[in-house]
């Protein structure tokens, strides 16, 4: 009897020391998770577009991408704080999805109809899609060697149609129109086909000139000439009237207060994309891929549809 309840004793604390550090852990997750109280006061926020901009939204990480609907969320969030009075929109991306980059303009846009100016700060890169969701603000900041612009939009389209002949491999398709395979790489395009996805990129292109002429306070004209899918360095920008001064993200909150009347040293807001604890779990065991890197594989795995995007060689 002694021994069996000993037994039971020592079992229990065995189970009692195994578990506790999974306690601990969530306890020391819940506790990182519930915010700290806020100071009262105006304040300016300060969203991040950071990696290839892709639709939808998450509840847990996305790390490396940034999620249209999850921007979205953020500058909505910004509309409806009575204590936020300015955003900045801090940018490190290359674009990506032509319908997240318009969703996300379109959130901006209505920041700024409600009354509260909006900053942009260019970090490294903010070409293409990058670009086109800060066209629309009040001031444009970038550093000197910003990699911005990249007006334009591309598709990609693979093609196995001479590697297939060499190995002997033949597909056979079955499809109700003459189009319906145009996309899945097995074969080249046709002339006609080439057509029809030119004439698409040329009205999705207008869209984007539209948006620029419109924040940029430039003809489209002048936008079609500078629109020829080149990047430009922050100062290049500066220069043709992309971007409206040089500076860093300190410079764009100051700015951002200034527009709203707020004196001294403004109250933050960050409105930025953090793993939670499975997300931060996983990424433990996953690769870091750098911005580049993410945007090859975007690309990759985007074959055959428009897109806002600068692909760095």
């Given at each position: 009897m002694r021994t069996r309840l000993l037994f039971n004793a020592l079992l229990m604390?065995?189970?009692?020391?195994?578990?506790?550090?999974?306690?601990?852990?969530?306890?020391?997750?819940?506790a990182a998770s519930v915010p700290p109280p806020r100071p009262a006061g105006d304040a300016v926020a300060i969203v991040y577009v950071e990696g290839p901009i892709i639709t939808g939204d998450s509840e847990f990480s996305s790390e490396g991408v940034a999620l249209s609907g999850t921007i979205v969320n953020h500058l909505h969030s910004v509309k409806t704080n009575e204590s936020i009075k300015a955003v900045v929109l801090r940018v490190d991306s290359p674009g990506g999805s032509v319908i997240a980059s318009r969703e996300i303009y379109d959130a901006v846009m209505q920041v700024r109809a409600s009354g509260k100016p909006v900053v942009a700060s260019l970090g490294e890169i903010?070409?293409?899609?990058?670009?086109y969701i800060v066209a629309g603000a009040d001031v444009i900041y970038a550093h000197p060697a910003t990699l911005t612009g990249s007006i334009g939009v591309i598709s990609v389209f693979r093609?196995?149609?001479?590697?297939?002949?060499?190995?002997?491999v033949k597909f056979t398709v079955i499809k109700s129109g003459p189009h319906k395979d145009e996309t899945f790489g097995y074969r080249d395009l046709t002339a006609e086909e080439r057509a029809i996805w030119q004439t698409?990129?040329?009205?999705?292109y207008e869209d984007f000139v539209s948006v620029v002429a419109h924040g940029r306070n430039l003809t489209p004209e002048r936008v079609r000439q500078l629109g020829?899918?080149?990047?430009?360095?922050?100062?290049?920008?500066?220069?043709?009237?992309?971007?409206?001064?040089l500076g860093d993200l300190e410079d764009a909150v100051k700015t951002a207060a200034s527009l709203a009347g707020m004196s001294g040293t403004p109250r933050r807001i960050e409105f930025r994309n953090k793993p939670g604890f499975f997300g931060s779990l996983a990424s433990m065991f996953s690769p870091k891929r750098s911005v580049p890197a993410l945007t090859d594989l975007f690309a990759l795995e985007h074959t055959g549809r428009i897109l806002y995007l600068y692909i760095a060689p």
């Open positions: 604390l065995g189970v009692l020391a195994c578990g506790l550090p999974i306690i601990l852990c969530f306890a020391v997750t819940y903010a070409a293409s899609g990058g670009y093609s196995i149609e001479g590697l297939s002949e060499k190995i002997g698409l990129i040329n009205e999705v020829d899918g080149r990047v430009y360095t922050g100062r290049q920008a500066q220069a043709v009237g992309l971007v409206n001064d």
